[in-house]
């Protein structure tokens, strides 16, 4: 069965430095997602791409957060200076219908 | 901001019991979502209901949808140790396509 692959598993990283997570979608999958869940809670989405578009990215911390997918496939989710608040998991989905997002199993960040 | 609310936040059941957890959701919806997610995992998609069906099935799993009260709810049947998890509701709004997750149940299912 196809699956979303996320790279790292798991990241502990100082504050301040830079952190960089990356997604490979299941493939022929048009729309990728980034979303952030903190201990405890449910999902929050950061960022949509359709293809290489940003088609939602109002919950990104643009100050700190910047993602791309240059070529439509994979994508990397670059923190910038990592903050003791953006201890979470990261979790990338993709989709080809917009509907049942397969999601891949996260990273875990940590930042100390 | 969350769209869905879980209720209850945590449930704990005998195997074999059935567990019911309730979704309510404030905005109009074109589909409602059920995802699984097992401990320090990513989620897994259970069943998709469309905001013109009552009701689905997909195995030990039944689906309720309310969009008059809009609210939903999962009943896991005959459950097993295996079913402990996590389980979110997640709703596409009409407006357009971002899914929205609520808080979670976190459901134990003890042996």
């Known amino acids: 069965e196809a699956e979303v692959a996320q790279s790292p598993r798991y990241k502990i990283t100082e504050k301040s430095q830079a952190v960089a997570f990356w997604c490979d979608p299941i493939s022929g999958h048009a729309t990728l997602y980034w979303y952030r869940q903190i201990l405890g809670q449910g999902p929050e989405l950061l960022v949509q791409?359709?293809?290489?578009?940003?088609?939602?990215d109002s919950q990104l911390p643009k100050d700190r957060f910047s993602a791309e997918r240059l070529k439509g496939v994979d994508s990397t989710l670059k923190i910038q200076p990592a903050e003791l608040g953006d201890s979470a998991m990261y979790l990338c989905?993709?989709?080809?219908?917009?509907?049942?997002?397969?999601f891949g199993s996260g990273t875990r960040l940590t930042v100390v | 901001s969350q769209q869905g609310e879980e209720d209850p936040q945590a449930l704990s059941i005998q195997e074999g019991e059935n567990a019911t957890m309730n979704c309510s959701y404030k905005?109009?919806?074109?589909?409602l979502q059920w995802y699984r997610q097992n401990s320090g995992r990513g989620l897994v998609h259970l069943i998709l209901?469309?905001?013109?069906?009552r009701e689905k099935h997909s195995g030990r799993l039944r689906v309720t949808l309310d969009t008059s009260k809009k609210s939903s709810s999962l009943l896991i049947t005959a459950s097993r140790a295996a079913d402990t998890a996590s389980y979110f509701c997640?709703?596409?709004?009409?407006?357009?396509?971002?899914?929205?997750f609520g808080e979670g149940t976190q459901l134990t299912v003890n042996p």
């Open positions: 905005t109009s919806i074109n589909n």
């Open positions: 997640a709703t596409d709004g009409t407006s357009g396509s971002r899914l929205t």
């Open positions: 989905a993709s989709s080809s219908t917009g509907y049942g997002y397969t």
């Open positions: 791409f359709q293809d290489e578009s940003v088609v939602d």
């Open positions: 209901i469309r905001s013109n069906e």
